[in-house]
């Protein structure tokens, strides 16, 4: 809300600076955006919140001004004389809910020019433009008290007959703009006996619109609904300060003020004659008296913190326009004025009381009594995620939460549900809930990779969306790593994972039933004991063109939820031995096929307890030394009795055992 | 043998010590040249001590005295020569191992977390303190939770369509409300103190709740330099009996001491000593509390404006099943993007969603 200081100062006194000013108001409520000097005037742009549309004119920020600086407001009392005939325009409502009020007044014989210089100042000083004195002094009244009026040509208005009614599905109208607008049904519209002349509270029509040539008035002042009012200057783009103020709320009682202050000035300014009486529709203002609201003085220091006097506090409350039907040791009654319809509880009054008493009066030392927080076990398990994969070099990326619905499409390993859709995109074409963060990870890759950035490990944790059947979706946060390494480095990072997670359940892996995307001899699936971990693979060739990334390019998902499950984050002691371990290197050759998780298990089962560690060293190959097909596979076992010094002879049985089993079950050949 | 041989033959093999000692520029080649003239078996000044029982009698303690004195000049002249070696070595970086320590060392590269992430973590460790239990709800939503238990009506601007990202509905994902993306994460609040009052035993005094919500909101803003349609967070909520607009400033202080504190290295984080941190509030407008304020503090001679408080509504309190007349309370809410990126001087909002692995590296 723009402001003129020289206007306020006619119904305030302003004896204090303006930054002094600006200042108080910014801490009762109308936080200053910037001062301006505009000829010999001050301009001051105020914010003014939505709940304060009584802020919307120059009366209302002058009340607030008079009840901080214990100043008398002076407003006027405007008294248009009518001379002329008796009003004879026909008002009537027919949608009452869009529309709860309307008077219609006439003036007749105007002489439309250009407005005084000191009108077209004021006007031209908070950015407005002059049109002729008429449209000027219905502009002028608007800033005033923050009542929009609309003045027609009447000689256009058929019938002399205003309805104020729903618009037809399809209706056209053309505005004061020369657009045509097509209403759709609902829209609220001003008509006369013919057609809609003005779109409620929004805009005014061209064919009637105040002319050179016009001689008579109606002016109309209502009150339009805020809701409609916003549909209706939203749908069509027809935002003004007119629609600004109806969206807020007007005060009921201000309409019929703002009717005669607007005749006033222009029987002043333009002359003419007014019609006798207003014609007028819907409630009348006696209906709209607000309720009773009782401040209980001990709700003070209960919900503020502070005291304030019973004496300062009835007064605030009557300088606000408040009127007092009660007070007594306990609590005062009052009545809301009827500008203030943000006042309807014993809570509202309170906020008065604070802002007006001031909030620096509330300490800011007090004691605040202590409590135990807690950090959740999630909190506790994330950050050793986090710390993990930082310290294998992996940055954290963030990315946005939806993307194009193709991606959706073209990887998913949660879900085959459609991907829910927001009715707007959210950025760009990004329409669709993900169900994987790969894509978005991979899209990071390639800007990496156009700006020439040489190193790009990335990973993010974030929540995938899969839609569930009549509730919430399912929203699984997933860890997601992306990596220039191959298979076995990425593959690594997980098992540190787990490990840092004292997890106990064994990490397995699937073959062959990874998504596309990935290529098929090195994808996998990962499982933790029973549930689904998640996915790990190298991109295919067919997926690193797609994206435009040269390989290898890793990429992990994990599922958090059974990680959280599992993981166990305080540690727990476990006695150790001290008798001495024992080493043994084995090599044996297998077929191809064979698995180096089947080979453990059988090591680990036939070497049981006395199995301290298991470290596989490499896979060799040699076509003449092996034969085709044919690979060894090199690993160190560490035993180790809790019982007493395990003996050469022992170690040796051990291993003997091993190699037994590997040969009869797999077909393993000891090498060496 | 004449006293005047052993002399000279003494000095000819000072002489030659001394010179090779002075060409040696390895330390092989003078320990070679050392152990030619004073090794303890064959060395040459050994040799020469032999010949002294060939001395006249009468000759031996001047030829003893000789022998010392040069015995200990060709010792001195190798010291000299060890040292002088010892500091062209030094100086040189070893001349027999050609290692170079001033070779960078291998780097290890270490991941970064997202300054956003950072920001949280730290004010999720503050708040702890206070005794805030961290807590996260749904991204997605129902309009109960995102608006009605906020006491944002229907008629509310805040619900039009285009200033929110509802779902379209689709047939895998029918529900009983239209879904959105969450606006604010005042969602979590509504939940918790729901489910407190699910488990709380009736009869008894209403529970407490003291927690900070946290995580991602979703408005439709024109991604730009300050805008972006995503960002984050970070909400306070404490309701009890007894709780008061003081409890709230103070909190806000305590908070925002422990925030911008600065100790004697924190150099780049100093931003107010604790003692200065003031909190200011500006009467401003939230459906889900009254009083509302805007919340500043003190920030290099004038105020900053850091979030949105208040108490919590009375018909917020209720919505969820708390007596107002029973407990008060407070809330406050901060956003995240706008603090980090006023802290680690970042000018582009969109910036932090790029993820330019130069930018990452940078926190």
Known sequence: ?672 | MALSDFIADLDSLATDAESAFAKATASDALEAARVEFLGAKGGRLKAIQKGMGQVEKGDKPAAGQKLNAVKKAIEEAFELAKSRLAETASAAGGTDDPFDPTLPGHPLRLGRLHPITQTIERMKEIMGRLGFTAVEGPEIEDDWHNFEALNIPLSHPARDPLDNFYLTSSPAAEAASPLLLRSQTSTVQIRVMEQVLANAVAGEAAPSVRIVSLGRVYRPDTADATHYPMFHQIEGLLIDRGVTMADLKSVLRMFCQSYYHTDDRGAGVAEVPADDVQIRFRPSFFPFTEPSVEVDINWQGGWMEIGGAGMVDPNVLRAVGYDPEEVTGFAFGMGVERIAMRQHNITDIRDLYTNDARFLAQF
């Not at chain 1, 990071?444 to 509730?471: D, H, W």
Request: charged residues 25%; aromatic residues 4%; glycine residues 6%.
């Open chain 1, 1 to 672: 809300m723009i402001l003129s200081k020289k206007w306020l100062a006619d119904y305030v006194k302003l004896s204090m600076s303006t930054d002094e000013l600006t200042e108080r108001l910014t801490l009762t409520g109308l936080n200053l955006e910037g001062v301006e000097t505009v000829g010999d005037d001050t301009v001051i742009d105020l914010e003014v919140t939505s709940n304060r549309p009584d802020c919307l004119g120059h009366i209302g920020v002058a009340r607030e001004i008079a009840v901080l600086w214990d100043e008398k407001l002076h407003q006027p009392d405007p008294q248009p004389k009518a001379t002329g005939p008796k009003n004879s325009v026909s008002v009537e409502i027919t949608c009452p809910q869009l529309c709860s009020r309307y008077t219609a007044r006439v003036i007749r014989g105007v002489k439309i020019g250009p407005s005084p210089d000191w009108l077209a100042e004021r006007l031209r000083s908070l950015g407005i433009a002059v049109v002729n004195n008429v449209v000027d002094i219905s502009n002028y009244v608007l800033f005033e008290c923050g009542q929009p009026l609309h003045t027609f040509d009447l000689g256009k208005i058929a019938g002399e007959k205003i309805i104020v009614r729903e618009a037809r599905e399809g209706e056209e109208f053309t505005a004061i703009d020369h657009k045509t607008y097509k209403l759709s049904a609902g829209t609220c519209v001003i008509a006369d006996a013919e057609r809609a002349v003005a779109l409620g509270g929004v805009m005014g029509g061209a064919d009637t619109e105040v002319s050179e040539t016009t001689t008579d008035l109606l002016i109309e002042s209502a009150d339009f609904d805020p809701l409609s009012t916003r549909t209706t200057a939203r749908t069509h783009h027809l935002h003004s300060p007119s629609s600004y103020r109806f969206e807020r709320g007007v005060d009921p009682e201000g309409i019929d003020w703002a009717s005669r202050r607007c005749c006033e000035l222009i029987l002043e300014l333009a002359g003419g004659e007014l019609d006798g009486g207003p014609a007028s529709a819907g409630r009348s203002g006696e209906a709209t008296e607000s309720p009773e609201i009782k401040l209980r003085f001990p709700q003070i220091p209960r919900l503020l913190g502070i005291d304030v006097p019973e004496s300062e506090v009835r007064q605030i409350l009557t300088d606000l326009g408040c009127r007092e039907t009660h007070h007594c040791d306990h609590c005062v009654k009052v009545i809301a004025p009827t500008w203030r319809a943000d006042l309807t509880r014993e809570v509202d009054l309170l906020e008065e009381i604070a802002r007006i008493h001031g909030y620096e009066k509330i300490p800011e030392d007090g004691q605040v009594r202590m409590a135990p927080s807690h950090r959740s076990h999630e909190d506790i398990v994330l950050e050793r995620v986090r710390r993990v994969v930082t310290a294998a070099g992996f940055d954290e990326a963030m990315t946005l939460s939806t993307v194009e619905p193709e991606l959706v499409d073209a990887f998913r390993p949660w879900t085959d549900a459609a991907p829910l859709l927001t009715s707007t995109p959210v950025l760009r074409r990004a329409n669709a809930l993900r169900q994987s963060v790969v894509p978005s990870l991979l899209g990071c890759r390639k800007t990496n990779l156009a700006m020439s950035n040489r190193v790009v490990e990335q990973f993010e944790i974030a929540k995938v969306y899969l839609p569930r059947m009549g509730q919430l979706p399912d929203e699984r946060r997933m860890l997601a790593l992306a990596s220039g390494g191959e298979f076995l480095a990425v593959k690594g990072v997980v098992e540190t994972i787990l490990t840092e997670l004292a997890i106990a359940l064994p990490l397995t892996v699937r073959e062959n039933s990874a998504p596309a995307w990935l290529a098929s001899s090195r994808a996998v699936t990962l499982h933790l004991g029973e549930s689904q971990l998640g996915i790990l693979g190298e991109l295919s060739s067919e997926a690193l063109d797609q994206w435009d990334l040269r390989g290898p390019v890793t990429i992990a998902e994990i599922d958090l939820a059974p990680l959280l499950d599992a993981a166990e984050w305080i540690p727990r002691a476990v006695p150790f031995t001290t008798y001495p371990p024992i080493s043994r290197d084995l090599n044996v050759v297998f077929d191809e096929a064979i698995r180096w998780a089947d080979v453990e298990q059988i090591v680990r089962t036939e070497g049981g307890e006395l199995v301290e560690r298991l470290a596989f060293m490499e896979t060799y190959r040699d076509a003449d030394r092996l034969g085709a097909g044919k690979k060894s596979l090199v690993w160190t076992l560490t035993l180790r009795s809790a019982k007493g010094t395990l003996t050469s002879e022992k170690a040796d049985a051990v291993r003997d055992r091993i190699v037994a089993k590997l040969a009869k079950d797999l077909g393993g050949e000891l090498r060496a």
